[in-house]
C-alpha cells in the first residue's frame, strides 16, 4: 500500500481545512488508516482513524472538531479540520494498518505511511 498525504496549508485560527490521504494497491477497504502529527521537537501523536468496519476514533484533542471519513471507491480517507488552533499546528501523516486490523493509537502499528503534509494555523 502506497499512501499520498495532501490538503495541508496556511488557515488562520478558526479556520478549516480537509487533509485527504489516497492510497495505492489492493483490499484498501480492508485497512484501518491513522492520522498522526508531528510538531517540531515532539514525538508524532495520534489524531484519528478508522478502521476497515467503518469505525471511527478521534483523540480527545480533536474529538469535538475534525472528524474522519473514508471512500473506499476512491481510496481514500479525509480528515475534516474544524476550528482550527495553533497548537493544531504540525506535520500531518497518514498510515496504514492491516488488513482486516483493529483500531491503534501507537504509531510502531502502523505499516505504511505517506509523506507527511504540513498544517500551520496562524494568524
Known amino acids: 500500500v502506497q499512501l499520498q498525504a495532501s490538503g495541508g496549508g496556511l488557515v488562520q485560527p478558526g479556520g478549516s481545512l480537509r487533509l485527504s490521504c489516497a492510497a495505492s494497491?489492493?483490499?484498501?477497504?480492508?485497512?484501518?488508516i491513522g492520522w498522526f502529527r508531528q510538531a517540531p521537537g515532539k514525538e508524532r501523536d495520534f489524531v484519528a482513524a478508522?478502521?476497515?468496519?467503518?469505525?471511527?476514533y478521534l483523540a480527545d484533542s480533536v474529538e469535538d472538531r475534525f472528524t474522519i471519513s473514508r471512500d473506499n471507491a476512491k481510496n481514500t480517507v479525509y480528515l475534516q479540520m474544524n476550528s482550527l488552533k495553533p497548537e493544531d499546528t504540525a506535520v500531518y501523516y497518514c498510515?496504514?494498518?492491516?488488513?482486516?486490523?483493529?483500531?491503534?493509537?501507537?504509531?510502531?502499528?502502523?505499516?505504511?505511511w505517506g509523506q507527511g503534509t504540513q498544517v500551520t494555523v496562524s494568524s
Open positions: 494497491g489492493r483490499a484498501f477497504s480492508s485497512y484501518t
Open positions: 478508522t478502521t476497515w468496519r467503518d469505525r471511527t
Open positions: 498510515a496504514a494498518r492491516g488488513p482486516r486490523s483493529t483500531f491503534e493509537t501507537r504509531s510502531r502499528k502502523y505499516d505504511y
